[in-house]
C-alpha cells in the first residue's frame, strides 16, 4: 500500500499558482512571482540573544606551524621590520667580530660600521615605529577574532586576498651589511679587497650564508616568512655581484648623505697583488707610473658620470687590476720577440720565463689544501655520487660541514612541537655530537696558511729571471726594439692563449671580476696609453 502523494502548497494570489515558495527577510513568506501569502503569516526566530551566524565554519587546530610563529606572538608591520633589523644587527656584529679578532683589523672598524649603519637606517624611519595605532587596532581585531575560536572559511578566504603584502623591498639584507664592513675597511684605508670578503664568504669565514642559525631562536621565530627568507641569502656564484652590491650601496650614501668615498689603499693592495702573483718588483713601480702618467683615481666613480664603453672601470680594484696587466705586458711580453733596454737601471733590464711561470702557478694551484676546509659552494654540491666516491676524511668534512650549517638541535617549545618537546631533548641526548669545535670556533681558527707558498713560489720565479742584452741610444746598431715593440692587444678572451690566458685567470680572480670583464678594462687602458702616447707625439713634432 503506496502513501498518498503530499501536495505542494501554491500561492494564494488568483491566477498565479507557482508553488515555489520563499522565506523573505522581512519573515513574511514570498512566491517567485514576488505575492505576499499572508494566509502564511510571519515567522518569527527566538531571540537567545546571541549574533547568529550562518554560512560554513572552519575550527583552526593546534599544528607545527605554531612552533614557529603564531599570530599572538609574531610581529607584523613596523614591529616586524625593527624586529628583523635588530636579528641583522646582530648578525653584523658577529661578521665584525671576526674581521677584528681573526683579520686583525682596527676595533676602530666597529665604531665606524656602527655610524655608517645608523645613517642607513635613516632611509628607513619612516617604515619603523616604536607605536603605531594601525598595528594595535590591527592586533585587537586579530585578537578578537581568536577569542572566539571560530571563523567563517569565506570570511578568512576574503581577508587574506584583502591582506597587504609585507613591504621588505627597502629593507637591508645580510648582502649589505657585507657591504658596510667593505666601506668600513675601506674609509680606514685597509688593503682588503673585494675578493677577500668574497673568498672569506665561500669558504664559510664570514657569516653570510646560514646566518639565521646565529640569530636566537627566540628572535627568529617571531619574524614573518618574508623577513626570515632575507637572513637565508642565496649563494653568490661571482664576486662581480659583490662589487655590484658595494657600487650601489657607496652611490646611496653618495646621493642621500653628500658622503665621497676614499679611493682604495692601492699602493699596499698593488703590493699584495704583486707578491701573489710572483712577478718582479719591476711591474710594482711601472705600474705606478703608468697611473701617475695617464692620471687615474682609484676610486668608486657613479655609472652615470662614465662613458658607455667605460662602465667596467667604475670599480677601482678592477681598474687598478688593468693598470697591473698593462705593465707586466710592457716589461715582460708574453712573446719570444728580443727587445733590448737602453741601460742597466731600466724596469726592463730583465726578462721573465713565462713557461716557469705559469708551472710554478699551476702547482701552487694544485697543492692539496688542508683538513677541513671545504668551502660552502664545494659543499652545498656535494652530490650522492661524490659521496660515495669521497674517502673517509673528506666524507667527515662534509659531515661536519652538514652538522654546521644545514641541521638543527633546535627544539621548539610552542604549538604541537612544543607538546614533544621533552622527548626531543632526550633524544638528541641520546646521540650526541662531540664536535671538536663549534661553528664559530671553526672560523676563528683559520688562518692565512698560503704565505709558505707564496713565498716559495715567488724565490722560485725570481731565480728564472735573466738580464737583457743593454743597447745604449745611439748606438751603430739600427732597428733596436725597445720596450713596447710590437705589443699585442687582446680584445677578447679567444685571443689568449698560453702563458697569456694564465695570466689573466689569475689576475681576475685577485680583482675579484670575471676574465671577459677584465680583457675589456686592459684594452681601455692600452687605449687611454696609446691616446696619451699619441698626443705627446704631436707636441713633439
Same mark, same amino acid.
Given at each position: ?79 616586524? /621590520? ?83 603584502? *609585507? ?113 718582479? *718588483? ?91 676546509? /671545504? ?51 632526550? /633524544? ?114
Amino acid at each position: 500500500m503506496s502513501l498518498p502523494r503530499r501536495q505542494k502548497q501554491q500561492c494564494s494570489h488568483e491566477g498565479c499558482g507557482s508553488t515555489r515558495l520563499e522565506l523573505g527577510e522581512d519573515g513574511f513568506t514570498y512566491c517567485r512571482n514576488g505575492h505576499q501569502q499572508a494566509d502564511i503569516g510571519t515567522v518569527v526566530a527566538e531571540d537567545t540573544g546571541e549574533l547568529v551566524q550562518t554560512g560554513r565554519k572552519s575550527v583552526r587546530k593546534d599544528s607545527d606551524a605554531e612552533s614557529t610563529t603564531s599570530r599572538a606572538s609574531g610581529f607584523s608591520g613596523p614591529k616586524a /621590520l625593527e624586529h628583523y633589523l635588530l636579528c641583522l644587527q646582530l648578525i653584523l656584529r658577529k661578521q665584525l667580530r671576526w674581521l677584528v679578532d681573526v683579520q686583525k683589523l682596527p676595533n676602530d672598524l666597529e665604531s665606524l660600521v656602527r655610524d655608517l649603519w645608523a645613517l642607513r637606517l635613516q632611509k628607513l624611519q619612516s617604515r619603523v615605529s616604536h607605536e603605531s595605532d594601525t598595528e594595535t587596532e590591527g592586533q585587537s581585531q586579530v585578537f578578537s577574532s581568536q577569542s572566539e575560536g571560530e571563523t567563517s572559511a569565506s570570511e578568512a578566504s576574503r581577508r587574506s586576498r584583502r591582506r597587504r603584502p *609585507i613591504r621588505n623591498e627597502g629593507a637591508p639584507n645580510v648582502r649589505d651589511a657585507i657591504c658596510l664592513c667593505y666601506m668600513g675597511a675601506l674609509l680606514l684605508h685597509e688593503p682588503i679587497t673585494v675578493a677577500d670578503f668574497f673568498r672569506w664568504i665561500t669558504d664559510g669565514d664570514l657569516l653570510y650564508y646560514r646566518a639565521a642559525k646565529e640569530v636566537p631562536l627566540g628572535m627568529r621565530e617571531r619574524l614573518p616568512g618574508t623577513y626570515q627568507e632575507l637572513l637565508e641569502p642565496q649563494p653568490m656564484a661571482q664576486p662581480t655581484k659583490l662589487h655590484q652590491s658595494i657600487g650601489e650601496m657607496v652611490a646611496i650614501f653618495g646621493a642621500e648623505f653628500g658622503m665621497a668615498m676614499q679611493p682604495i689603499n692601492s699602493t699596499l693592495v698593488l703590493y699584495r697583488w704583486v707578491r701573489e702573483l710572483a712577478l718582479p *718588483i719591476e711591474v710594482y713601480a711601472a705600474t705606478q707610473r703608468l697611473a701617475h702618467t695617464l692620471e687615474l683615481d682609484f676610486s668608486f666613480t657613479s655609472r652615470s658620470k662614465m662613458k658607455r664603453n667605460e662602465t667596467v672601470l667604475q670599480y677601482p680594484e678592477v681598474h687598478l687590476m688593468a693598470v697591473v696587466v698593462v705593465a707586466t705586458k710592457l716589461l715582460f711580453p708574453f712573446d719570444d720577440i728580443k727587445r733590448y733596454p737602453g741601460s742597466a737601471s731600466d724596469l726592463s733590464a730583465l726578462s721573465l720565463k713565462w713557461s716557469a711561470w705559469v708551472d710554478l702557478h699551476s702547482q701552487s694551484q694544485e697543492d692539496p689544501k688542508p683538513s677541513g676546509t /671545504l668551502s660552502y659552494e664545494q659543499s652545498m654540491s656535494f652530490s650522492q655520487l661524490d659521496a660515495a666516491q669521497a674517502a673517509g676524511e673528506r666524507l667527515d668534512e662534509y659531515m661536519d660541514w652538514f652538522e654546521h650549517n644545514i641541521a638543527s638541535e633546535d627544539v621548539r617549545e610552542r604549538g604541537q612541537a612544543g607538546k614533544d618537546a621533552d622527548f626531543r631533548r632526550a /633524544l638528541f641526548q641520546l646521540f650526541p655530537v662531540n664536535g671538536e669545535e663549534t661553528d664559530a670556533d671553526r672560523r676563528n681558527s683559520k688562518a692565512p696558511a698560503q704565505d709558505d707558498v707564496v713565498t716559495r713560489t715567488i724565490r722560485e720565479v725570481q731565480s728564472t729571471l735573466k738580464p737583457n742584452r743593454t743597447i745604449e741610444a745611439g748606438s751603430d746598431e739600427r732597428a733596436v726594439n725597445r720596450v713596447g715593440s710590437f705589443y699585442r692587444r687582446y680584445r677578447t678572451v679567444e685571443e689568449l692563449e698560453g702563458p697569456a690566458m694564465v695570466f689573466y685567470q689569475r689576475s681576475a680572480g685577485l680583482a675579484g671580476t670575471s676574465i671577459e670583464d677584465l680583457v675589456r678594462a686592459v684594452f681601455l687602458i692600452e687605449s687611454k696609453l696609446h691616446t696619451h702616447e699619441s698626443k705627446l707625439r704631436n707636441k713633439g713634432g
